[in-house]
């Protein structure tokens, strides 16, 4: 017998207002904004009593199944500064940026394709440098003039030492990814695994948003999951991609997340991470639209290659 059509709605009604989920999620003691006695900051936030709980609970289920459940799959935690060369050679330095426009009378920076009318413009619309007049696009606060986009790389950076110069610069990890990639020989001499297999990491990571929120959605630090599979390039790497989306569709409904809430969303070609070569957005219908849960990125050799080549390090 084939079960009723659920109407998600009903299941779980849209809430119209992000507002009172925040407030809900401080009262019972979930989440509060960080640094709250100060006014807080912008994009941060805290976990609190039951927040950590529930924190820990999607942490833990996340790596029984990745880790736990699976001989092919070991876990790892690197550091959050990594040498600066890695996000050179990675392509972050040069590209993990994000279309900028300011206004020129409040001198308000906006992030492009979050403008009302610039929503949906392609990756190669976002790097055209007349797209802003050839929109009519003006700024939301005050409709002054917005400046042609400009590419705002998105890493914090710091200071390793005493001394506070071009040299000494660190970069707080973006991804968690890179510290898998530079420890691949590591762990595939001690752990006795051979490929495929896969290192897998929760941790946090940084960006400097140029326009955060949404409440926990898009934040300036937050934890991440993620899981490097390695593959031979020759032997399979587009059949092990495509055999990890039913998983992760898997991983949600035994969770019980509405299917119909869930959208796996494959990426256009001028869409694509530097790094990629297919990418699939698993995606969630939150109050506010329909947005990235999860990533499934086929990234080809990109990064053991290029670590290779750029350490002289054999990763084969
Ligand atoms: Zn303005």
Known sequence: MTPEPVDPEAVAPAVANLD??????????????SSEIYGGINAVWDYGPLGVELKNNVKRA????????????????????????????????????????????????????????????????????????????VCPNDGGPLSAPRRFN?????????????????YFRPETAQGSY?????????????????????GKSFRNEISPGNFVFRMR????MEMQYFVRPEEGAA????????????WY???????????????????????????????????FGWKELEGVHNRGDFDLGNHARASGENLE
């Open 239 to 250: 059949q092990a991609f495509e055999d990890w989306l039913p998983k992760r569709r898997a």
């Open 154 to 170: 998105l890493m914090f950076t710091s200071h390793m030492g005493p001394v506070e110069d071009e040299a000494s610069i660190v």
């Open 20 to 33: 009172t989920i925040v407030s809900l999620s401080k009262r019972r003691g979930f989440i509060f904004p």
């Open 62 to 137: 996340w790596w029984r199944a990745m880790v736990q459940d699976r001989n092919d799959i070991v876990g790892l935690d690197a550091g959050i500064l990594m040498h600066p060369q890695v996000w050179v050679t990675s392509g972050h330095v040069a590209s993990f940026s994000a279309p900028l426009v300011e206004c020129g009378t409040c001198r308000r920076r906006y992030r492009l394709d979050e403008l009302p009318g610039a929503e949906d413009l392609s990756a190669t619309d976002l790097r055209d440098e007349t797209i802003v007049s050839r929109l009519g696009l």
């Open 221 to 224: 630090e937050f934890e991440q």
């Open 253 to 287: 409904e035994a969770y019980g997340v509405t299917p119909s809430r869930l959208r796996f969303r494959e990426h256009a070609p001028d869409e694509l991470a530097h790094y990629a070569k297919k990418a699939i957005d698993v995606e969630y219908r939150f109050p």
């Open 182 to 202: 530079v420890n691949f020989k590591n762990v595939l001499n001690s752990s006795r695994k051979k490929i495929p297999f896969g290192i897998a990491q929760i």
